[in-house]
């Protein structure tokens, strides 16, 4: 399907190859999904640690896979047994791999050059939890798109909001590149860098509209709302998701988006300075 609707488009003249509709991911290739990525990072954070694995389920899929392996790229994505308990055993720590909002997407296995670390293995599991929305997200391409990466100002931007309001899930800039056509996710701390706007996120873009929404399992208030730059001018998108549980009050949660918002368009004196490398 997602080749026949490229092959149409690129006919028609319609678009680009590269840019993908919202429900087409693009695949894995050689095992580089998004968690892999991140466990990647994890083990040379932490050099004391010999290897990671991570077993789950795929969004909608019924058996276990591996979803990321520092120990053997090639097994990504192949089916496994279910993982054993949650454990401390000689040099192996054994913990649950959570999203952001505390939802169980699998298992963690961490061993070490020695005895087994519970401290390291519950800061690497945070870590995790911290930049993980879902099943899906896990099992994400990485990169999502090649052309686009975090190493942008726009990336900065995100990484020092999350830090000055820990109390987000998610936060998501889209824009539009200087030299291209279609608004992309460009500032993310769940990856999808490249991500072409879906219809929700242009109605936001081209009509100034808000998207407010209890997503998840009623446990996350997801607001998109209109970004400016530091002059005023309309540039894209801004994608914030809050915990939320019943009883919580909404208004209040988008009035508090309402003021992350300004605040990070403050700090953007253009959209093609969100573009600009920073390495």
């Known amino acids: 399907m997602r080749i026949q609707l490229m092959i149409a488009a690129i006919v028609a003249g319609l678009m680009p190859a590269a840019v993908l509709a919202d429900d087409e991911t693009p695949p894995v290739v050689n095992g580089q999904t998004y968690v892999q990525h991140q466990i990647v990072a994890a083990k040379a954070r932490h050099p004391e640690i010999v290897a990671i694995t ?21 097994t990504v994505m192949t089916a496994v047994p279910a993982p054993a308990a949650d454990a401390v055993t000689g040099s192996t720590v054994r913990e649950a ?15 070490f050059t020695g005895a087994a670390n519970a401290a390291t293995a519950v800061a690497v599991q945070t870590e995790l939890a911290k930049a993980t929305l879902s099943a899906k997200n896990a099992a994400d391409p990485w990169p999502f798109d090649s ?16 830090a000055k309001h820990p109390e987000l899930l998610v936060m998501m800039i889209h824009a539009t590149p200087p030299a291209g056509k279609h608004n992309v996710i460009i500032g993310s701390n769940i990856g999808r860098f490249g991500k072409a706007a879906d219809e929700d996120d242009l109605r936001v873009i081209d009509k100034g509209s808000t998207n407010l929404e209890v997503g998840g399992d009623n446990d996350r208030f997801e607001t998109e709302l209109p970004l ?3 002059k005023g001018h309309r540039i894209g998108a ?20 309402l003021a992350i918002r300004d605040e990070v368009a403050a700090a953007i004196p253009s959209s093609a300075a969100l573009f600009a490398p920073t390495k």
């Open 228 to 230: 400016n730059d530091a």
């Open 54 to 74: 991570v077993i789950g389920k795929r969004e909608k899929g019924d058996g276990m896979l591996v979803l990321g392996s520092t120990a053997d790229r090639t």
């Open 97 to 111: 791999f959570n999203s952001n909002s505390g939802h169980r997407l699998g298992t963690i296995e961490i061993v």
């Open 147 to 162: 052309a686009f990466g975090p190493d942008t100002y726009a990336q900065t931007l995100a990484t020092k909001t999350i």
């Open 238 to 257: 801004l994608g914030l998701v809050f915990p939320f549980k019943v009883g919580d009050d909404r208004e209040a949660i988008h009035r508090k988006g």
